[in-house]
T-cell receptor, first 115, second 114 residues
Framework: GAGVSQTPSNKVTEKGKYVELRCDPI?????LYWYRQSLGQGPEFLIY????????DSGLPNDRFFAVRPEGSVSTLKIQRTERGDSAVYLC?????????????FGPGTRLTVL | AQSVTQLGSHVSVSEGALVLLRCNYS??????LFWYVQYPNQGLQLLLK??????LVKGINGFEAEFKKSETSFHLTKPSAHMSDAAEYFC????????????FGIGTKLQVIP
């Protein structure tokens, strides 16, 4: 079956612009996660959705970052007034349920470059 | 909060040699521990998962990890490295306050020399 997909695979933008990153999870997975991976680092948790609601958004770095999952499937990570420090690979993952024992399946990521 | 430490951001081994990638967890025994692998230009893939009570955990592609409470370690090993094992490996642990949040180590990049 299809895995987690993310679009675009690469996004180059200018400082101050707005970007949207899309994640399409595995069908039937109720839990969805966003991570950010900077160069030389492991993935860093941003936000977790259970269904349509953000159950834990404690990893979002500031109010320029926002994510939605209106129908409990596709999710969009939105970044306003982008800064050069936002450059990273943004990873999306999904799991059957939001439990620690559940394997998270990762997408290939979106590489965001802010010039 | 739980955390993991991976010693050695880069490890090089010869093809056919033992692979040993180190991971130590921070404090109390976690209910779960994970090793993920990231091949170039691909998403992370689960290699293996520790659950409470296990000691030696077997994963995919011939990898295994031994949980040692006395050393707070969960090192990843493979008896004989293949060229296809060249990738980045991440140890990870769920957050103790909410298992959904997973904390990753910084990763160890494995190079296999022919």
């Amino acid at each position: 079956g299809a895995g987690v997909s993310q679009t675009p695979s690469n996004k180059v933008t200018e400082k101050g612009k707005y970007v949207e990153l899309r994640c399409d999870p595995i069908s039937g997975h109720t839990a969805l996660y966003w991570y950010r991976q900077s160069l030389g680092q492991g993935p860093e948790f941003l936000i977790y959705f259970q269904g349509t609601g953000a159950a834990d958004d404690s990893g979002l770095p500031n109010d320029r970052f926002f994510a939605v999952r209106p129908e409990g499937s596709v999710s969009t990570l939105k970044i306003q007034r982008t800064e050069r420090g936002d450059s990273a690979v943004y990873l999306c993952a999904s799991s059957l349920r939001g439990q620690g024992s559940n394997e998270q399946f990762f997408g290939p990521g979106t590489r965001l470059t802010v010039l | 909060a739980q955390s993991v430490t991976q010693l050695g951001s880069h490890v090089s081994v010869s093809e056919g040699a033992l692979v040993l990638l180190r991971c130590n967890y921070s404090s109390s025994v976690p209910p779960y521990l994970f090793w993920y692998v990231q091949y170039p230009n691909q998403g992370l893939q689960l290699l293996l998962k520790y659950t409470t009570g296990a000691t030696l955990v077997k994963g995919i592609n011939g990898f295994e990890a031994e949980f040692k409470k006395s050393e707070t370690s969960f090192h990843l090993t493979k008896p004989s490295a293949h060229m296809s094992d060249a990738a980045e490996y991440f140890c990870a642990v769920p957050n103790s306050g909410g298992y959904q949040k997973v904390t990753f180590g910084i990763g160890t990049k494995l190079q296999v020399i022919p």
